[in-house]
């Protein structure tokens, strides 16, 4: 516990100042944390209300899970994240979900490698060096008791080893593998791009993943508060810059940069402070941070000597001269060749981010100044113990850092950028190291830094680039950096030959910004043969605060004639949601708008619906965001005038389901289905009960998932339905309907295909709805059930359906899982009408039973009756409950020889 007081729980405010720790209270602000949902077939992203007290509450499949994976980028706030749950657990906060857990341990992976055990570590990291606890007792513990045991790794991507490189001898690889304590509770901080490694791998079914986001808007303004909370004007006056200045608003949510950002701001004149309004790069906000740190130090040194307060007075008055001469020679040659080390260490195997003095063996001198400066760090660590020495004694003594992992990437990129003229041969040969597709994104920073440096360089770093679809992110980034403007650089445009642009990985508000940048330049960027316009969009992860930059992409001329615009897992939420449907709307074309697995509320609806006549005429596909079952109603009733050309539609509801029960409880009232709200917006966007439904003249594919409705809802659906004359496909998803559904209904003569998933028998009335589907010709039910009743009573409606579709050709029935149904069998008397009516049925072709629980029995007399079929093709009868006999074998041999395809799978 001493060792998280002293260390994990004083949070440095600035990783240059030594002297910057703060106590983990004062200043500790929440970061957004999301999470994947995976309760759904399309994963969705959902944030956690509670953030980091929620990270333990997730649940996987039902389950809450042992393994927790967080990533972020840079600076996002994960190393805090697991220093607060530790400095939590260790006040024994009420607040704390590791308030009940015996013992914590918290590891940060930078200071160890793939030779380094689990309780070695602990004990050499962890522990004071008279301890008498040994590395074997730390380990048959957590063995003994993982129950009582949470482990912290921080770093993932700064571990001296991974799980696709060689095994080292130690066991913290096999903790993450998910083959070592498996039954404590781990979790794992990595940057996004070694985070593939547990998307890719088999340990993608052992662990939840989150993603930090760093801070929210609101949270930001907290946070600088609480830095300056003795000088509100200064925190006053920063804010009023950042509100000013949206450029460097996009580190904002970056703890790491806003803290950098307040320091500045602290220290810096009036002077300077105006002149960082021109800043508009990750690269010239370093630049400038750099800079800052250079002149403190200068002035620090000169106010030590005999005529301190006389020269500080002198550096003061000639600070901007001295950043243009002497101190820029300086900065220059000290960052070029710590960028040498620098690089070396992050191509290197190991992907090195710690050195020993013997790496600074050659440029002693600047390792001295750097270290003054303050960035690089010397590591307090501690003398390596005999254990480790006996085992490994050529384990060198890593105890030098660059303050952030992003500091050594810029010096990194400010030397290949000189290598670029000096080494050109070398220069391209990293490039070709670097555009492997698994290094690319973890050097992102490194080439960005690099174009930032030289026009020539980033020309260069854009020609080399290949021309493939996960490169074009970065090279806008890349470009973005550059900040080019002349039209000799063409290198860009290549990317987009295809006019199709992906934005995908969850792209940041700099992402969207650098996208904007090009877009607003490309005029003069491309070149004559290229078209400068997009027919395809494909962006995710969007959140709140990056809508307004989305927006202003939507906004830009290049881009209004779509074909597809995509917008998966995102949360199309806030304040900019209306301009954002805004921008949807005056597109001169956009045919196909895709958010399915995407999170909206309120605002969107009534965005949405307040989109005249014919608004979105040219639309022919769209997919919705997950919205509130109470804006069913409207969303079926108005959609058709707005977009009336379309011929396919997905719309996903969500609802209280025990608001829900009183809705469809309450069957002689009108029933009201909008949100209890007061605001105006609410109110504007609400839709008489006496409006008339227009029709979806052209609609071929409906799908509707969470089709939970109250009365209400379900007769606007039977509505729809009824005046959907050209309806060949619908697919429901958890049905549970109001019966004025069925009796509003008309017949469906066009509908062909119908499915419906999670269906729950007595929610839906199966067989009066296909009584209406005269001419259907494929059916797919998967039937969520736990009663042999219930199992009886789909069969019954099966074959109801059966005997009143004769154009039926498939069958699909499935009961996922395993319910308590598994010792029941369906009734004789059921499956007897069930066969009676496939026999009947002459055009049916093929007939698919998954989990059905038929017995050995009924098997039998199933493919008995599909042998006396005639056009009965297919048949696949998969876990129905059945032992393996000679008679099934016969029967599948004997329906072989006459050209049937059949399958059957044994046991449940």
Not at 796 to 821: C, D, Q, Y
Request: aromatic share 8%.
């Amino acid at each position: 516990m001493n060792n998280y007081r002293t260390s994990l729980c004083m949070i440095q405010l600035v990783p240059w100042d030594p002297n910057s720790h703060v106590n983990m209270s004062s200043i500790f602000t929440n970061v957004c944390l999301i999470t994947e949902d995976t309760s759904t077939a399309d994963k969705q992203w959902v944030m956690l209300p509670g953030s980091y007290n929620d990270i333990l509450k997730v649940k996987v499949n039902n389950a809450k899970p042992l393994r927790i994976l967080i990533e972020g980028k840079a600076g996002s706030g994960k190393t805090t994240l697991m220093s607060k749950l530790a400095y939590d657990w260790m006040e024994q906060s009420k607040d704390s979900p590791l308030k009940d857990v015996p013992l914590v341990i918290c590891l940060q992976l930078r200071h160890l490698n793939q030779d380094d055990d689990f309780g070695e570590a602990v004990v050499e990291y962890l522990l004071p060096e008279d301890t008498l606890i040994t590395p074997q007792q730390i380990e048959e513990y957590a063995q003994a008791n993982p129950e009582k045991v949470v482990i912290l790794l921080d770093g993932y991507d700064e571990f001296m080893s991974d799980i696709h490189g060689i095994k080292g001898l130690g066991n913290i690889l096999r903790i993450i593998e998910n083959k070592r304590l498996t039954g404590c509770r781990v979790i794992v901080t990595s940057r996004p791009w070694k985070a593939t490694d547990f998307k890719d791998h088999h340990l993608a079914k052992h662990y939840a993943h989150m993603t930090v986001e760093g801070f929210s808007e609101e949270s930001s303004k907290v946070f600088i508060h609480k830095y300056f909370q003795d000088n509100l004007e200064l925190s006053d006056s920063l804010l009023a810059y950042l509100k000013d200045n949206p450029a460097i608003q996009t580190v904002t949510p970056f703890p790491l940069f806003c803290a950098m950002l307040c320091q500045v701001w602290k220290e810096e004149s009036d002077v300077h402070r105006e002149a960082m309004k021109a800043i508009v790069t990750l690269s010239k906000l370093f630049d400038h941070i750099l800079r800052y740190l250079w002149a403190h130090h200068d002035q620090k040194q000169l106010t030590g000597t005999r005529k301190g307060k006389e020269l500080s007075k002198r550096v003061t008055l000639t600070r901007k001269r001295k950043t243009s001469a002497r101190l820029k020679m300086d900065i220059g040659v000290c960052l070029k060749r710590l960028g040498k080390i620098a690089l070396e260490g992050l191509i290197s195997p190991d992907k090195k981010l710690q050195f020993s003095e013997v790496d600074f063996k050659k440029c002693s001198d600047v390792l001295q100044v750097a270290c003054s400066v303050g960035l690089l760090i010397r590591q307090k660590g501690k003398i390596t113990t005999s254990r480790r020495l006996s085992r490994q004694e050529s384990i060198p003594n890593h105890g030098i850092t660059f303050f952030h992992k992003l500091a050594q990437e810029k010096c990194a990129g400010i030397y290949l950028s000189s290598m670029c003229t000096k080494q050109p041969k070398k220069f391209v040969q990293t490039l070709k190291d670097v555009y492997l597709l698994t290094r690319a994104d973890e050097f992102r920073y490194v080439l960005q830094f690099a174009c930032a440096e030289d026009l020539y360089t980033a020309k260069k770093i854009l020609r080399h680039m290949p021309n493939i679809t996960p490169y074009q992110k970065l090279a806008l980034e890349c470009n973005f950096e550059s900040q080019s403007k002349t039209k000799s650089n063409k290198r860009l445009s290549k990317f987009f030959v295809s006019q199709r642009l992906f934005m995908t990985g969850r792209p940041s508000t700099y992402s969207f910004n650098a996208l904007e940048y090009y877009l607003s330049n490309s005029e003069i960027l491309s070149p004559d043969d290229v078209s400068t316009s997009f027919l395809y969009l494909a962006t995710d992860g969007v959140g709140p605060a990056q809508l307004d930059k989305l927006t202003n992409v939507l906004n830009q001329p290049q881009l209004q004639f779509m074909i597809q615009f995509n917008m998966d897992q995102s949360r199309i939420q806030g304040p900019d949601v209306k301009a954002f449907i805004e921008s949807l709307s005056q597109k001169e074309y956009i045919g196909v708008l895709v958010m399915s697995s995407s999170v909206a509320g309120e605002q969107f609806v009534e965005s949405l619906l307040e989109i005249q006549k014919d608004g979105l005429e040219a639309m022919v596909m769209m997919y919705l965001p997950m919205l509130d079952a109470r804006w069913a109603t409207d969303i079926l009733r108005k959609l058709p005038s707005i977009c009336p050309r379309i011929g396919a539609l997905e719309a996903t509801f969500t609802t209280d389901e025990t608001e829900e029960e009183k809705d469809n409880s309450d069957e002689g009232t009108e029933t009201e289905i909008f949100p209890d709200d007061t605001g105006e917006a609410s109110s504007k966007s609400k839709v008489s009960g006496n409006d008339e439904s227009c029709p979806f003249s052209e609609l071929n594919t409906l799908s509707i998932k969470g089709c939970v409705l109250c009365q209400k809802g379900s007769v606007q659906l039977a509505t729809t339905l009824s005046l959907a004359e050209n309806l060949e496909k619908l697919h429901l998803t958890k049905p549970s309907l109001h019966g004025s559904f069925y009796s509003n209904l008309a017949t469906l003569n066009s509908l062909r295909e119908f499915s419906v998933k999670d269906y729950t028998y007595g929610l839906f009335h199966l067989d009066e709805f296909l009584e209406k589907c005269p001419i259907l010709e494929d059916v797919y039910v998967a039937a969520v059930e736990s009663q042999t009743h219930s199992v009886n009573g789909v069969m019954k409606s099966l074959t109801n359906a059966v005997a009143h579709t004769p154009m039926l050709r498939s069958i699909t029935l499935w009961f996922p899982g395993e319910g308590s149904f598994r010792e029941g069998r369906i009734e004789d008397v059921v499956f007897e009408d069930f066969c009676d009516a496939i026999l009947r049925n002459t055009h049916l072709s093929k007939l698919l039973l998954w989990h059905v629980p038929l017995g050995t029995q009924l098997v039998i007399k199933l493919l008995e009756v599909c042998k006396q079929h005639r056009n009965l093709i297919t048949i696949r009868l998969s876990r129905c409950y059945s032992l393996d006999c000679d008679r099934i074998g016969e029967l599948c041999s004997e329906l072989h020889d006459i050209g049937r395809r059949v399958y059957v799978a044994h046991g449940h």
